[in-house]
């Protein structure tokens, strides 16, 4: 069996990364989106949220699952039976970063490849970070977030400012 993991921050998802995720889940038997603890980023939604929203965003596709991990993803990957790591790429911006965690990963697991799906045109300037900004300041986000999570972002963030 195909098993490939789909790894990020997902804070929150987006309709990019469902588009990734979509596509990801055609080309494998078993698709695991995994939701990580990254040091460098500080979350706006706690991860149990984050995997909330992927998992009402997810209903419909039978072959994807969703889990949380903390540490190395290349040996979660490894404890996973995967056998590939899927990305998606925005710009040329995520292009450094990627291909340097792709290099690493290759070097500590050198089983384990990393795949890359280029965004589609209509989502290659959504950022989790960008649906943050808007929402938190009165925007609009419908078309940009799973419709099924749309008021759930602005009542989570709505809570998380009385906190
Ligand atoms: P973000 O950069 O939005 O915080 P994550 O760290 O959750 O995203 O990213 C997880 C993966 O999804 C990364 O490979 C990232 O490049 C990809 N991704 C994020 N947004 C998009 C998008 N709009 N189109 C394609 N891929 C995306």
Known sequence: MKIWICPGSFDPVTMGHIDIIKRASRMCDHLIV??????????????EERRQFILK????????????????????????GATAIVKGLRAVSDFEYELQMALLNKRLNEKIETVFLMT?????????????????????IRGLVPD????????KLKEGEIK
Do not use: C
């Open 120 to 140: 589609s045109i209509n989502y290659s300037y959504l950022s989790s970070r960008a649906i943050k900004n808007i929402a938190s300041n009165g925007g609009e």
């Open 34 to 47: 995994a939701v990580g603890v990254n040091d460098g980023k500080k979350a706006t939604f706690t991860l």
């Open 148 to 155: 099924s999570i749309h008021d759930d972002i602005y009542e």
């Open 57 to 80: 965003s997810v209903k419909g596709l039978k072959n994807v699952e969703v889990d949380v991990f903390e540490g190395l993803l290349i040996n979660y990957a490894e404890n996973k």
